[in-house]
């Protein structure tokens, strides 16, 4: 294999990445969709309000934990939260880097995460023993990428899916307002 076809082989592989992820970020306002209650092209026109996707996930959070037929799924959401959160780390890497021809026998190019000669100068200076070091990728590392956010977006789509028919279900049979509520709902001097 040439080294132009490891690099492109790096390219589709990345290319995957970048659409699982974006079905992730789909999912997640498919997720919203769901649970706002709101006419499908709203509730995707408030997500698209949102530019931070850590507020995107907040929101949703937030409307989960007060949903009472979705607060039993909480746990769930909490668990692709986490993980949206560690796989992002794991995108930004593959949406901000350089492609690198390694020297050496047997080199191939690498897809090296945010990479600058700045960064390049530090590990020469300390001799590689930096802390954080981030590893360079392969092709097959980023298929693995790709695979991971495929699996957490169709988690989520799931838990849309579900919160969907729990919502329909609360709107076939509504809550009763309990006595506080009942309270607040009774007919004053001034709301009469």
Not at 68 to 89: M, S
Not at 114 to 135: D, P, T
Request: charged share 25%; hydrophobic share 45%; aromatic share 8%.
């Amino acid at each position: 294999m040439t080294s132009q076809d490891q690099r492109t082989e790096i390219f589709v592989a990345l290319g995957t990445a970048l659409d699982a992820w974006s079905a992730v970020e789909r999912a997640v306002e498919a997720l919203f969709a769901a649970i706002s209650g709101t006419e499908i092209i709203v509730s995707h026109t408030i997500m698209a309000s949102i530019r931070s996707f850590e507020s995107r996930l907040e929101l949703c959070t937030n409307m989960i934990a007060l949903m009472k037929p979705a607060g039993a799924y909480r746990g769930f959401w909490n668990k692709c939260c986490r993980k949206i959160r560690d796989y992002e780390l794991d995108r930004n890497q593959l949406a901000h880097f350089t492609i690198v021809e390694q020297c050496g026998p047997g080199a191939k190019p690498a897809l090296v995460p945010y990479f600058s000669a700045g960064r390049m100068a530090l590990n020469v200076i300390q001799k590689g023993k930096r802390k954080h070091k981030i590893a360079d990728l392969n092709a097959q590392d980023i298929v693995e990428r790709a695979q991971r956010f495929g699996a957490l977006a169709y988690a989520i789509e799931w838990l849309g899916l579900e919160l969907h028919v729990a919502m329909d279900m609360m709107k076939e049979n509504p809550l009763q307002p309990n006595d506080l509520a009942r309270e607040f709902l009774k007919p004053t001097e001034r709301n009469i």
